[in-house]
């Protein structure tokens, strides 16, 4: 009786296994790679799509002239870079985070960012709020010697208090020496676009 007994708990235990793990035909797909550190991000739903990177007329050939002196150089990495570069400077300068403005901003933007910060702190005023990024593109490129600029015209909506939501058109320009170890670029220069 007992041995009965065993003999139906080990055939369940194997049929759930059979269930559970199914059985190898040899026609699977094979396993898909963990994705590596530094893959870029796949777009969230509801997120703004970025636009391909504009590799041609002046703005191609800058990129050019970067990847050829910086391999490493990833224009569409760098796209979805500036893209979360503007949302944190954004919200930094709108919080009056001076710290965190500091290591993504050129000194003379910096200083720029600062006194206004101060101002809008002495009159009470409110920085302005992301509420949504529209598009993200590459509007010019340029290496200069050792330091590459390359130029992004952002479309956004920003709120600012009592003013509402506001569309924003701006060409925001960043900066990086090619032969500095630090992968990091700063905001050199805004303008509207």
Same mark, same amino acid.
């Given at each position: 009786?007992?041995? #009965?007994?065993?003999?139906?708990?080990?055939?369940?235990?194997?049929?759930?296994?059979?269930?559970?793990?199914? *059985?190898?035909?040899?026609?699977?797909?094979?396993?898909?790679?963990?994705?590596?550190?530094?893959?870029?991000?796949?777009?969230?739903?509801?997120?703004?799509?970025?636009?391909?990177?504009?590799?041609?007329?002046?703005?191609?050939?800058?990129?050019?002239?970067?990847? *050829?002196?910086?391999?490493?150089?990833?224009?569409?990495?760098?796209?979805?870079?500036?893209? #979360?570069?503007?949302? +944190?400077?954004?919200?930094?300068?709108?919080?009056?985070?001076?710290?965190?403005?500091?290591?993504?901003?050129?000194?003379?933007?910096?200083?720029?960012?600062?006194?206004?910060?101060?101002?809008?702190?002495?009159?009470?005023? $409110?920085?302005?709020? +992301?509420? *949504?990024?529209?598009?993200? $593109?590459?509007?010019?490129?340029?290496?200069?010697?050792?330091?590459?600029?390359?130029?992004?015209?952002?479309?956004?909506? +920003?709120?600012?208090?009592?003013?509402?939501?506001?569309?924003?058109?701006?060409? /925001?320009?960043?900066?990086?020496?090619? *032969?500095?170890?630090?992968?990091? /670029?700063?905001?050199?220069?805004?303008?509207?676009?």
């Amino acid at each position: 009786m007992q041995l #009965a007994i065993l003999a139906f708990v080990a055939g369940f235990v194997l049929f759930r296994l059979y269930t559970t793990l199914g *059985r190898r035909t040899g026609s699977e797909p094979p396993p898909q790679p963990a994705p590596v550190q530094g893959e870029l991000p796949r777009e969230t739903p509801g997120a703004a799509p970025f636009a391909a990177p504009n590799v041609e007329g002046s703005a191609g050939e800058g990129l050019m002239a970067i990847v *050829r002196a910086d391999p490493n150089f990833d224009i569409e990495h760098f796209v979805v870079g500036s893209r #979360a570069a503007y949302e +944190l400077i954004v919200g930094a300068f709108a919080k009056g985070d001076q710290e965190t403005l500091r290591g993504l901003l050129t000194p003379r933007v910096f200083q720029s960012y600062a006194a206004a910060i101060t101002e809008r702190q002495t009159t009470g005023g $409110e920085g302005p709020e +992301l509420v *949504r990024l529209k598009s993200a $593109e590459i509007a010019d490129a340029a290496l200069q010697g050792d330091v590459a600029r390359v130029t992004v015209k952002f479309e956004a909506e +920003l709120a600012e208090g009592a003013h509402g939501v506001r569309d924003a058109r701006e060409r /925001w320009t960043f900066e990086r020496n090619v *032969r500095s170890p630090d992968p990091n /670029w700063l905001l050199s220069r805004v303008q509207a676009a």
